[in-house]
C-alpha cells in the first residue's frame, strides 16, 4: 500500500460485469478519495419514472419526471446513499424493474444533461475522486487526471454477474448473458454519449486478473499521473 497522497480525479469506464464498482470502491479507499457511482444516479432517475407511472420509453414524459425528482447521492466509498425525493432507493436500484429499464431512461438527452451538471457539481467538491459510469472520460471529465476503462470477455462478465446474484444454473447464466449483451448493445449504441473508450484512456482488460490486481492497477495508474502532473503523489 502507498503512502503517496493523490489529488484528482480517476475515470473509470466500462460496460457491465467487469467488477467495476468494487473496484472503484477500493481503489477510491485505497487513494482517500471520494467515489461517484453515476450509474446509481441513472437507477434512481429510474425508479422516479416507473413510480410516476411513465412509459420509459417516452423520452419527453422521462425528461419531465426527472427534472422533477430531486436525486441525490452520496460520495464516500464506504457507505451508500441514494435518494430519491428524500426516499432511501438504495436497494431498489439493484431489482430486476430497474435494472430492465436503465438503458432507456439513460438514453435521454435531457437526462443526461441534467445529472451530467450534478455529478460535475459533485466532483468540484472534492479534491481526490473516483468516478465510475459509461461517459465520464468521454463526456463528463474529458480533463480528468486518469482514465480507465475497464473491460473483460462477455463469457467472464455473465460468470461474474451470476455468482454476485447467486445464479447457478446453465439457463440462469445464460439468460443473464443475453441481458448483458442488450444493455451493452443500448448502451454502446445510444445517440447520445455511447459507451466507448475515451481516445487517451488506459484499457485494462480484467478477465484473466482478480480483483486485487485490477485495484492495483487503478491506484497505480492514479498515482503515477498524479505524479507526472506534479499534484501531491
Ligand atoms: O453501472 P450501472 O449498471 O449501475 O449503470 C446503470 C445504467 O446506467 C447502464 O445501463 C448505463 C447507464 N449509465 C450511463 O448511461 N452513463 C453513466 N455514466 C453510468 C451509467
Redesign the pocket.
Known amino acids: 500500500m502507498s503512502a503517496a497522497r493523490f489529488a484528482g480525479q480517476v475515470t473509470l469506464d466500462g460496460p457491465?460485469g467487469t467488477g467495476?464498482?468494487s473496484v472503484a470502491r477500493a481503489a477510491a479507499t485505497r487513494l482517500g478519495a471520494a467515489y461517484l457511482?453515476?450509474?446509481?444516479m441513472?437507477?434512481a432517475a429510474t425508479v422516479a419514472v416507473l413510480d410516476a407511472g411513465v412509459d420509459p420509453e417516452d423520452a419527453e414524459a422521462v425528461a419531465r419526471v426527472v427534472a422533477a425528482a430531486r436525486i441525490e447521492v452520496g460520495t464516500t466509498a464506504a457507505t451508500e446513499r441514494v435518494e430519491v425525493d428524500g426516499t432511501d432507493v438504495a436497494e431498489r436500484i439493484r431489482g430486476a424493474e430497474v435494472t430492465r429499464n436503465?438503458?432507456a431512461v439513460?438514453a435521454v438527452p435531457a437526462v443526461r444533461r441534467q445529472l451530467v451538471d450534478q455529478q460535475r457539481d459533485l466532483v468540484a467538491a472534492a479534491d481526490a475522486v473516483v468516478v465510475e459510469?459509461?461517459?465520464?472520460g468521454t463526456v463528463?471529465l474529458p480533463g480528468a487526471t486518469v482514465k480507465i476503462y475497464l473491460t473483460a470477455a462477455p463469457e467472464a462478465r455473465a460468470q461474474r454477474r451470476a455468482a454476485q446474484l447467486g445464479l447457478t444454473t446453465p439457463e440462469e447464466v445464460a439468460a443473464l448473458a443475453a441481458d448483458l449483451r442488450r444493455?451493452d448493445e443500448?448502451?454502446s449504441s445510444r445517440a447520445d454519449?455511447p459507451l466507448r473508450p475515451a481516445a487517451d484512456a488506459v484499457v485494462v482488460d480484467s478477465t484473466d486478473l482478480d480483483r486485487e490486481a485490477v485495484v492495483d492497477r487503478v491506484v497505480d495508474l492514479a498515482l503515477a499521473a498524479a505524479g507526472a502532473r506534479g499534484v501531491d503523489a
Not at 37 to 40: K, L, N, Q, S
Open positions: 457491465s467495476k464498482s457511482d453515476t450509474g446509481a441513472y437507477r436503465v438503458s439513460s459510469g459509461r461517459d465520464i463528463v444493455r443500448c448502451d454519449s
